[in-house]
């Protein structure tokens, strides 16, 4: 991608030096470069500052475009209770999980504050993390943070003040734009889904206005030039530099940046990018206005690139940070691209497959790999692990099992000496070793680690005292 990068640059440099030494004659390609290269590193730091913003933002239109609630979509201001693991062929968002079932909201607390209720959950393991517009999780009720027993929060907008009922907790959003993305541990059978169901329905979300009186929620309103079924990310990386830009304006009205973007703000406002007011593209200049065409591409490759940015752990990908981001601006764009809706690490790590034991790229195509467990090394966690299978795109694998993941409630079978073997590659290892694989498509592949609640006592991967071992080619 570095390579893709640079050439991007080269052909930027060569046309606008043609432009400039053909152009009246006011300014030549010397003068001329040195501030549209500004211009352009400018826009691209402002793209990827502004990417999950934007993403989050598409991603509410996609789920939130239906009049009434149904199986994965609702309208705002409502609940989704997903009754099910997401289809292998939902691609609205990227990195799935078939772990939990979810509970998700998009809220606008810009106007009132909207009142969360939830259920005792008992013994079963969950979290309810609030997103705001930026992605970072604001808080996290769950059974690590705030136990089991049922509870009410009242999530309020960055300009808010009152009185809320008693017996409500206050969450205040940074921003108008609130994301719930709950996760209620599910084992996938019959009697489980209908158990986490009762869970669901017993949770309740209305506007405070409402608090304590019989609400009916409105319709919601349908757009129908939506497209609902190519993926947000996809939208999201085609839209031009103009169309992207007048978006990212748009939504800062509502959503204002930190205190401490205060220099990326400073910097955006160079090419017209001022909070709280529109985009004017004509405040660039003629030759910036033709520059700035190759931003999306340019930003897209640095996120892309970020990953190789970080030193592997025996091929895993682990990021420092989720969940919380600072002014890491490009870490909180990729994990957008490639993991929307990340939890906060003492809540959940996601180490991602980058290479096998030998540094070479997973493809089921023409390789079977084998995923190594000494005995009493599984994931150290409080809550529980899953190995994912993901596609190049990060999306779940198709296969004649309709298996997606492995986690600690497979009964595996386990080798002499006490140790575990897992199995990723395309065809079945044989009836004897079956329980133990998780198929991999007959092309490139990710997988993906998912450990919720990691203990924070060696062994511990937080520490770094616990290692996802590598993912060796099978001899």
């Known amino acids: 991608m570095k390579g893709k990068h640079a050439v991007l640059l080269l052909i930027l440099t060569v046309v606008l030096g043609l432009i400039a030494c053909s152009d009246s004659g006011t300014k030549s390609a010397a003068t001329a470069q040195p501030g549209v290269e500004d211009a352009v590193k400018t826009a691209v730091d402002a793209y990827i500052y502004g990417y999950p913003l934007v993403t989050m933002d598409m991603t509410r239109k996609v789920f939130t475009n239906v009049a009434t609630p149904d199986s994965a979509h609702a309208p705002m201001g409502q609940l989704v209770r997903f009754r099910t693991y997401p289809p292998v062929d939902n691609h609205s968002v990227t990195a799935p999980n078939a772990d939990t079932l979810y509970l998700t909201a998009w809220l606008d607390v810009s106007k009132e504050p909207w009142i969360f209720s939830f259920p005792d959950m008992g013994d079963r393991y969950y979290l309810m993390p609030m997103l705001d517009g930026w992605t970072d999780v604001f808080q996290v009720p769950g059974k690590r943070t705030t136990g089991s027993k049922a509870q009410k929060y009242a999530i309020t907008g960055p300009g808010w003040s009152g009185t809320l009922p008693a017996g409500v907790t206050e969450y205040k959003s940074p921003t108008a734009l609130v994301f719930i993305i709950g996760r209620i541990y599910c084992t996938g059978t019959p009697a489980d889904y209908a158990a986490v169901h009762a869970v ?28 609902m079924k190519t993926a947000t990310r996809d939208q999201v990386d085609h839209l031009d530099v103009v169309a992207y830009f007048t978006y990212l304006a748009q939504l800062l009205k509502a959503n204002p940046p930190a205190p401490e973007d205060a220099p ?19 405040k660039l200049g003629a030759f910036d206005k033709e520059a700035i065409k190759v931003v999306p591409k340019l930003g897209q490759a640095r996120i892309v690139e970020f990953a190789k940015k970080v030193d592997p752990v025996n091929g895993w990908l682990i990021l420092p940070k989720a969940g919380l981001y600072g002014t890491d601006y490009l870490d909180r764009a990729f994990v957008t691209a490639f993991g929307l809706g990340a939890n906060r690490p003492q809540d959940a790590i996601y180490p991602v497959g980058q290479k096998d034991g030998s540094g070479g790229d997973y493809d089921g195509a023409s390789k079977k790999y084998t ?105």
């Open 200 to 227: 669901q329905d017993k949770s309740s979300l209305v506007p405070l206005s409402s608090y304590g009186k019989p609400y009916t929620p409105p319709a919601g309103q349908v757009d129908p030039s939506m497209d």
């Open 371 to 475: 995923l190594h467990f000494d005995k009493g090394q599984m994931p150290p966690v409080n809550g529980f692990w899953s190995l994912t299978m993901y596609d190049a795109a990060y999306f779940f694998v198709p296969n004649p099992l309709n298996r997606y993941t492995l986690s600690q409630r497979n009964k595996f079978i386990t080798n002499a000496d006490g140790s575990v073997d897992l199995y990723l590659q395309a065809d079945s290892p044989g009836k004897a070793k079956e329980a133990n694989w998780l198929p991999a498509p007959k092309a490139k592949f990710i997988p993906m680690l998912r450990l919720y609640w990691p203990k924070e006592t060696p062994p511990s991967i937080l520490d770094g005292s616990w290692k996802p071992p590598a993912i060796n080619e099978a001899k």
């Open 264 to 282: 990326m703000v400073a910097n955006m406002a160079k090419i017209g990018l001022v909070p709280g007011q529109d985009f004017d593209p004509s």
